[in-house]
């Protein structure tokens, strides 16, 4: 295995424990979770479910090769407005850290992700005959 391919792995080994925690807490209603959540203006229990199933759905996605890039696009966009939400609440910097280093994490296994090898398609002008 190149140093590449460990990489991704890595980065996506990180990302997948990262979700299933986070999504873990968000769908049992972990108090502290609540108590953060609620101090960023998210008190809806059923949009707190929902990212918590969405951050479960995420860490599959990550390790399926047709949703891989699905997951990683939507991860930038959760955890971009992550940050901007503890940026609107006023937090210290120490807050930014989880949503920033898994933005940072999701943004590498993007870049490294394995790409798709589209099969060669040839197309014969030549009628089959019947």
Known sequence: M??????FY???????????GGGYSMLTGAPDMITNLARLGLTNTGIIA????LKVLAAIGLWVPAGREWAEKGLVFLFTGALAAHAGAGDPLSAFAPAGIALLLTIVSLNLRPRLQ?????FSTERIAA
């Open 50 to 53: 929902l990212l918590g199933t």
């Open 10 to 20: 890595g980065t996506n080994g990180l990302l997948t424990f990262m979700l299933l």
């Open 118 to 122: 589209a099969a060669a398609l040839t």
């Open 2 to 7: 190149n140093a590449k391919r460990a990489l």
